[in-house]
């Protein structure tokens, strides 16, 4: 299964946000209290090829209860060759979906949001920008869904959500 921690163990309060939490405090958080949600900050296809999670639904499709899905960024049609993977532009309507999907699953600004995307990046951002919003409780999920690359290079077996044998679905 997946090593249990307390919140107060689990997270790590930063600057400019309410801090990092690891995987297993945020599941068992997101479980506990329903007025707390994961919120994906990865793009569409992020979520089809890495798996999403699932706290309070065995989901089998994209949308699980707990978790909010708005994309940080949009793809705009060109490709980065640093990154081997198409550029994409920030989001600019980025602050106001989430309010939106955030009031649409009955939470507020007070609700607790903890911030996922694939190893943790745009997820701090995210949590920074949120609370200059007027987010109380924006934490970053600590290593994203898949973490950092084994030996082999590798993701989703050293640290993040998936490593953590907590519940996610993929296609």
């Excluded at 609700?111 to 995210?126: F, N, Q």
Aim: aromatic letters at 8%.
């Amino acid at each position: 299964q997946f090593r249990k921690t307390t919140m107060a163990d689990a997270s790590k309060p930063q600057e400019g946000f309410a801090g990092d939490v690891q995987p297993s405090a945020v599941y068992e958080a997101v479980k506990a209290d329903s007025s707390a949600f994961i919120l994906d900050v990865r793009l569409e296809e992020e979520r089809i090829f890495e798996g999403w999670v699932t706290v309070r639904s065995e989901a089998s499709s994209l949308d699980d209860e707990s978790t909010i899905c708005v994309p940080w960024a949009i793809l705009d049609g060109k490709y980065d060759e640093r990154k081997w993977m198409p550029a994409n532009t920030l989001n600019s309507n980025f602050v106001e979906d989430v309010k939106a999907a955030v009031a649409a699953k009955g939470g507020s600004e007070e609700s607790p949001i903890y911030i996922l995307c694939r190893t943790g990046g745009r997820a701090t951002k995210a949590a920074k920008l949120l609370t200059e919003a007027g987010f109380t409780k924006a934490y970053n999920v600590e290593k994203g869904m898949v973490g950092d690359p084994d030996e082999n290079h590798h993701r989703g077996k050293v640290n993040g959500w998936r490593a953590s044998g907590l519940p996610w679905r993929s296609l």
